[in-house]
Each structure stands twice: as C-alpha cells, then as structure tokens.
C-alpha cells in the first residue's frame, strides 16, 4: 500500500494570508490526525477526523480548521496567518479510531510564514 | 491536561552502546496503550513500540524494548547495540484518554557516534 502522502511538501507565505494543506492517507484508514511540530513546542495535536466527523480537536484557535472526504482525503487550513504558525505540519492515518492504532505519519508540510 | 515528560533532550551515544531514554507520563486511566515513535532526520515518523498497559511483560521489538511501570507512570525506551541509523528524535506517546488522543512528548534526540 501506498503511504500516508501530503501536499505541499514546502509553502512559503506572508503573514495574514491563508493557507491549504492536503493529506491522503494510506488506503483503508479512515483516521486522519493532524499535528504541528515546532522546535520548541514539539508535537501539538490539531485535530483528528474520523469517517467525515471531527472527534477531537486540540487547543488551537479557530484559525485552524480542518475537513475530511468521503474518501478520507482531508484538508487542513489556517486564515491569517501569524509568524508563529510557521512549522511542520504532519497528518498521520490509521485504520481505526481506537488509541491503540498504530498512526501512520507522512513527510509534512513545512510552512514558513514571514 | 493529561502530561508527558522526556528529561532528556539530547544524548549521545557510541556504536554499538546500550542507550535508555525515560519518559514519565500522567493517567488516571488503568487499560491503555504507550507508544515511542521514531522521528529520523528529514524522515517521516515511524512506530518503534507499543506497550500495552495491562501487560506485565515489557514489550520487545528487535533491539528496542521497553522497561514499564505502571505505578510509577514510567515508559524507557532502551536501545542494544544503538546502530549509526538510530540516530533520530524519539518521541514517548502516551494516550490523553481524558480526551480519547494521543499526545507526545518533547522529544529526546539521540545521536548515534561512529
């Protein structure tokens, strides 16, 4: 099977400007979990959809949002964009929504806001 | 908020080396799962070992095995004969079961010398 896949891999963008990030996960799997990873705060779970729900969400403002497919594809996305957003953004899969699931992360997104 | 401590934020170690990295975490729950993943540079995270809480037996995948206990809240991870391609950032993830998530740890980067 094909791995979890997102896209972009690298954006650059400008502070108040917004932004989409798209993760395909690996066939099958219909838990889709977003997380940011930065140097100093290491990874922050976002949120996580299951089968087109979201089911949890992490302590992040409004500005970050997120949706999910009927094929499970799931989009991410950050209006007015802070400095502070800039990080890497990792979505990870698996198959169920139990915990004791492995998650299947894929490369990220590195997203630098200036 | 359910919390998760690593105390080591960076180790090095020689080839060939024995290697434990600690992790203590909070729970009120008694059944869950504990995971490390493995964050290799500029590659995408990958399981390294699961524990199941109601074990007793430590879990042991290869070179990696795991020294749990539970009444402590404490998840080591140890590495035999460390390999110059463990040299990756670890991460403990116990679950958040308060808020049914995963939840991660700040990472130990762990450097394996030749």
């Known amino acids: 099977k094909a791995g979890v896949t997102q896209t972009p891999r690298y954006l650059i963008k400008t502070r108040g400007q917004q932004v989409t990030l798209s993760c395909s996960p690996i066939s099958g799997h219909r838990s889709v979990s977003w997380y940011q990873q930065t140097p100093g705060q290491g990874l922050q779970f976002l949120f996580e959809y299951f089968s087109e729900t979201q089911r949890n969400k992490g302590n992040f403002p409004g500005r970050f949002s997120g949706r999910q497919f009927s094929n499970s594809r799931s989009e991410m996305n950050v209006s007015t964009l802070e400095l502070g957003d800039s990080a890497l953004y990792l979505c990870a899969s698996r198959e169920g929504q139990r915990l004791y699931n492995e998650q299947f992360f894929g490369p990220g997104t590195r997203l630098t806001v200036l | 908020a359910q919390t998760v401590t690593q105390s080591q934020p960076e180790m090095s170690v020689q080839e060939a080396e024995t290697v434990t990295l600690s992790c203590t975490y909070d729970?009120?729950?008694?059944?869950?799962?504990l995971f490390w993943y493995k964050q290799p540079p500029s590659r995408q995270m990958i399981l390294v070992i699961r524990?199941?809480?109601?074990?007793?037996q430590n879990a042991t995948e290869n070179r990696f095995s795991v020294n749990f206990q539970k009444a402590a809240k404490s998840f080591s991870l140890k590495i035999s004969d460390s390999q110059l391609g463990d040299t990756a950032m670890y991460f403990c993830a116990p679950p958040d079961s308060r808020d049914d998530k995963i939840i991660f740890g700040k990472g130990t980067r762990l450097h394996i010398l030749p």
């Open positions: 729970t009120s729950e008694n059944n869950y799962y």
């Open positions: 524990q199941e809480a109601y074990k007793q």
